[in-house]
């Protein structure tokens, strides 16, 4: 089956630190990418959906200017969390597709701890 | 706003009980009810459902979908340790002329004991 990396799986960093997070399609070139942030014991929340070569489309209440998504190829997307605060502490997962559907495979996530 | 709601929220039962997890959804445009299941870290696909009555299995899991009264359950039967897990349930539901997204439910939390 295909694959979605992410990296790196975990992160702890200090508070006001930007952080940038990969997410890669291994095996197959990604037309859409999803990022999605999911905190303890909650359930996946989409945060932005981007399609290479195109700026992200962000859901309502996600700051554009505070998480930065480029996806500047078809097998790679990055989500820069900036200035990071103790709230954004949370486990970003990505989503890869192939097509303009949103069902596509997910990357293992990655665990952001701020101090 | 798209809505999905799972049931129960929690839920323990005995090595080979049978369990059933319910997810309701009120969305526009549906287009597809997905089934997944979360341990430590990412969620791993379980079923994609788009039509009424056609039940999907796969080995002790089995799916089905109701479009009329917008439901879909999940059946796991003979339960073991190992499918203790999150089981969410997500409708893609792609807003007109957008890019489509999965609305994801809060999940079921699912512990199998000896």
């Known amino acids: 089956g295909a694959v979605v990396s992410q990296h790196p799986s975990r992160v702890i960093c200090k508070s006001g630190t930007s952080v940038k997070i990969e997410c890669r399609s291994l095996d197959f070139q990604a037309t859409t990418m999803f990022w999605y942030r999911q905190f303890p014991k909650q359930s996946l929340m989409l945060m932005a959906t981007?399609?290479?070569?195109?700026?992200?489309?962000?859901e309502q209440g996600v700051e554009k200017d505070k998480f930065l998504i480029n996806h500047a190829s078809l097998t790679l997307s990055t989500l820069t969390v900036t200035s990071a605060h103790p709230e954004d502490s949370s486990f970003y997962i990505c989503?890869?597709?192939?097509?303009?559907?949103?069902?596509?495979?997910f990357g293992p996530g990655t665990r952001l701890t701020v101090l | 706003e798209d809505k999905v709601v799972q049931s129960p929220l929690s839920l323990v039962v005995h090595e080979g009980d049978t369990v059933t997890l319910n997810c309701s959804y009120e969305?526009?445009?549906?287009?597809?009810l997905l089934w997944y299941k979360q341990e430590k870290k990412a969620p791993t696909f379980l079923f994609m459902l788009t039509s009424s009555g056609i039940e999907k299995k796969s080995g002790r899991l089995s799916s089905i979908l109701d479009k009329k009264e917008l439901f879909s359950i999940l059946n796991i039967t003979a339960t073991q340790t190992g499918d203790s897990a999150v089981y969410l349930c997500a409708v893609e539901a792609p807003p007109t002329g957008t890019a489509s997204k999965l609305t994801f439910g809060t999940g079921t939390r699912l512990q199998v004991t000896l």
């Open positions: 989503s890869a597709s192939r097509l303009a559907g949103a069902t596509g495979f």
């Open positions: 981007s399609n290479e070569g195109s700026k992200a489309t962000y």
């Open positions: 969305v526009t445009n549906f287009r597809s």
